[in-house]
C-alpha cells in the first residue's frame, strides 16, 4: 500500500543547532501538511504545500515540496526550547482520499 | 484552542468492557475523523463521517464503531476492550469533504487505559 517514510525517528539537537526531518513517498501526492505535535499535545497544522518545487518559510521554519512531489522537508534553523515535539508530515494522494501520514521526528533538546 | 472538543479526556477501564468516546467538531465543519495514537507512535486514521454518512475508513477494528449525528457531534464506540487498544483517541474536524483537502483541526484527546 501507500507510504510515507518520515526519517529520522528521533534528533537530538543543542538549542541553537539546526534540525531536519524528511518525508518520502511510495507515489505522488497530491498535497503535503506538516503537524507539530508537543508533548503531551495534539497535532497542530504548520502548512500545506500543494506545488511541485514548492518552498515556504515561517520565521526559522522553512518547507520545501519535491519537484516529483514524493518528498518533503521541513527545517529548522537554530532550534529553540519552544520547538520541541514531534513532526508529522502527511499527504494524499488525491484531495479526495485520506491523508497518508508519516511516523513522525521527535526533536530533542539536549540539556 | 482548536475549536474541537473531546470528551472524556480520561477514561479508565477493565478488559471486555465498552466505552464512548466523544466529539464535537468545529462550528461550521461537517467532517469528523478518528485517530488512535499508541504511546509514542504515529497516527493510526480510524474512519471519516462527513455530513452524517460514512466518508472514510482506515484501519478500524470490527470491535469498534463511530457515527455522527445531525447536530455533526460524532461518536466512537469502542467494544470488548483488550489492552492493546489502551492509546490516545483523537478527533479532528475539517469544512471539507476530502480527507486530504486543507487542514485538520485536532481535538486534545481522550486518553484510553485498559487495565
Known amino acids: 500500500g501507500q507510504q510515507v517514510m518520515q526519517i529520522p525517528q528521533y534528533q537530538h539537537v543543542q538549542e541553537g543547532e539546526d534540525f531536519t526531518t524528511y518525508c518520502n513517498s511510495s507515489?505522488?501526492?497530491?498535497?503535503i501538511q506538516w503537524y507539530k505535535q508537543r508533548p503531551g499535545g495534539h497535532p497542530v497544522f504548520l502548512i500545506q504545500l500543494v506545488k511541485s518545487g514548492e518552498v515556504k518559510k515561517q520565521k526559522r521554519l522553512t518547507f520545501q515540496f519535491g519537484e516529483a512531489k514524493k518528498n518533503s522537508s521541513l527545517h529548522i534553523t537554530a532550534t529553540q526550547t519552544t520547538d520541541v515535539g514531534t513532526y508529522f508530515c502527511?499527504?494524499?494522494?488525491?484531495?479526495?482520499?485520506?491523508?497518508?501520514w508519516g511516523a513522525g521526528t521527535k526533536l530533542i533538546i539536549k540539556p | 484552542d482548536s475549536g474541537v472538543t473531546q470528551t472524556p479526556k480520561h477514561l479508565i477501564t477493565a478488559t471486555g468492557q465498552r466505552v464512548t468516546l466523544r466529539c464535537s467538531p468545529r462550528?461550521?465543519?461537517?467532517?469528523v475523523y478518528w485517530y488512535q495514537q499508541s504511546l509514542d507512535q504515529g497516527l493510526q486514521f480510524l474512519i471519516q463521517y462527513y455530513n452524517g454518512e460514512e466518508r472514510a475508513k482506515g484501519n478500524i477494528l470490527e470491535r469498534f464503531s463511530a457515527q455522527q449525528f445531525p447536530d455533526l457531534h460524532s461518536e466512537l464506540n469502542l467494544s470488548s476492550l483488550e489492552l492493546g487498544d489502551s492509546a490516545l483517541y483523537f478527533c479532528?474536524?475539517?469544512?471539507?469533504?476530502?480527507?486530504?483537502?486543507?487542514?485538520?483541526?485536532f481535538g486534545e484527546g481522550s486518553r484510553l487505559t485498559v487495565l
Open positions: 462550528s461550521g465543519d461537517l467532517s
Open positions: 502527511a499527504g494524499p494522494l488525491d484531495s479526495n482520499y485520506q491523508l497518508i
Open positions: 479532528a474536524s475539517s469544512p471539507h469533504p476530502g480527507g486530504g483537502t486543507g487542514e485538520l483541526f
Open positions: 507515489t505522488t501526492l497530491s498535497n
